[in-house]
T-cell receptor, first 114, second 118 residues
Framework: AQSVAQPEDQVNVAEGNPLTVKCTYSVSGNPYLFWYVQYPNRGLQFLLKYITGDNLVKGSYGFEAEFNKSQTSFHLKKPSALVSDSALYFCAVRALSNDYKLSFGAGTTVTVRA | GAVVSQHPSWVICKSGTSVKIECRSLDFQATTMFWYRQFPKQSLMLMATSNEGSKATYEQGVEKDKFLINHASLTLSTLTVTSAHPEDSSFYIC??????????????FGPGTRLLVL
């Protein structure tokens, strides 16, 4: 079985401050890890993923995430948040061996105040 | 690149009618597409996996006779909600698995279809 936990329902930060959205996962074997962002009434937009290699992954819109195998975490970070980053963020995982099915976390709503 | 479209974006229908939702990969081929359902302020729930040229695989608890899936080509999958009832009202999102571009297994999502059954 595979699962994702996003422990924070909401994250509030001021514009210009660092943004972190937490994610921990559980999977058998090596994981594929993903971050997606969803704006109101829209589908999900791909931000970044980790498959193998460097633990620090850089993605779209200045976001990055760090894979930590010992802590089974894949936290999303942005050094300087923008008001336009306000959205719903989903972490997802799948095992290398499964048939491409993703398991999503519950989502974290990020609000960046001006 | 890697754009997925859905049509319609909004649909309102009467109870008992059937509704068809299309999911298209516009600039890439997708042998596998996925259909999700999302309730307000909740995560995505995988309903079924759609494979081109074969029968869809449904997740436990999803009625295959109610949610008919057809994946007739490498760029099109359809979800038909048959005899829709108010409890079927939801946001339906599809995704397509890219074979190239961002690497194996990345799913690209459509913009979603909001269904309201009166």
């Amino acid at each position: 079985a595979q699962s994702v936990a996003q422990p924070e329902d909401q994250v509030n930060v001021a514009e210009g401050n660092p943004l972190t959205v937490k994610c921990t996962y559980s999977v058998s074997g090596n994981p594929y890890l993903f971050w997606y962002v969803q704006y109101p009434n829209r589908g999900l937009q791909f931000l970044l993923k980790y498959i193998t290699g460097d633990n620090l992954v850089k993605g779209s819109y200045g976001f990055e995430a760090e894979f930590n195998k010992s802590q089974t975490s894949f936290h999303l970070k942005k050094p300087s948040a923008l008001v336009s980053d306000s959205a719903l963020y989903f972490c997802a995982v799948r095992a290398l061996s499964n048939d491409y099915k993703l398991s999503f976390g519950a989502g974290t709503t990020v609000t960046v105040r001006a | 690149g890697a754009v997925v479209s859905q049509h319609p974006s909004w649909v309102i229908c009467k109870s008992g009618t059937s509704v068809k939702i299309e999911c298209r990969s516009l600039d890439f081929q997708a042998t596998t597409m996925f259909w999700y359902r999302q309730f307000p302020k909740q995560s995505l729930m995988l309903m079924a996996t759609s494979n081109e040229g074969s029968k869809a695989t449904y997740e436990q608890g999803v009625e295959k006779d109610k949610f008919l899936i057809n994946h007739a080509s490498l760029t099109l999958s359809t979800l038909t909600v048959t005899s829709a009832h108010p409890e079927d009202s939801s946001f339906y999102i599809c995704s397509a698995r890219a074979l190239t571009g961002q690497g194996p297994g990345t799913q690209y999502f459509g913009p979603g279809t909001r269904l309201l059954v009166l």
